[in-house]
């Protein structure tokens, strides 16, 4: 970094990296608002619908 004339990380930055995170743009958190049944299944809804049709007398 100091060959590229550029200051050389240091713990902040450490810190700071550690809880970057990428943030959704405002538009898209507005479309899901509006959208509620396009959402992302929990655990036990990815189970059921998975496993659904191996249960006996499931009826389907």
């Given amino acids: 970094?100091?060959?590229?004339?550029?200051?050389?990380p240091?713990?902040?930055?450490?810190?700071a990296l550690t809880f970057a995170t990428p943030v959704m743009p405002r538009e898209a958190l507005m479309w899901l608002a509006c959208h509620p049944t396009l959402r992302q299944l929990t655990e036990e809804?990815?189970?059921?619908?998975?496993?659904?049709?191996?249960?006996?007398g499931n009826g389907d």
């Fill in 45 to 56: 809804e990815e189970w059921e619908r998975t496993y659904r049709a191996m249960r006996p």
């Fill in 10 to 15: 240091d713990d902040a930055d450490a810190l």
């Fill in 1 to 8: 970094m100091k060959a590229r004339g550029l200051a050389s």
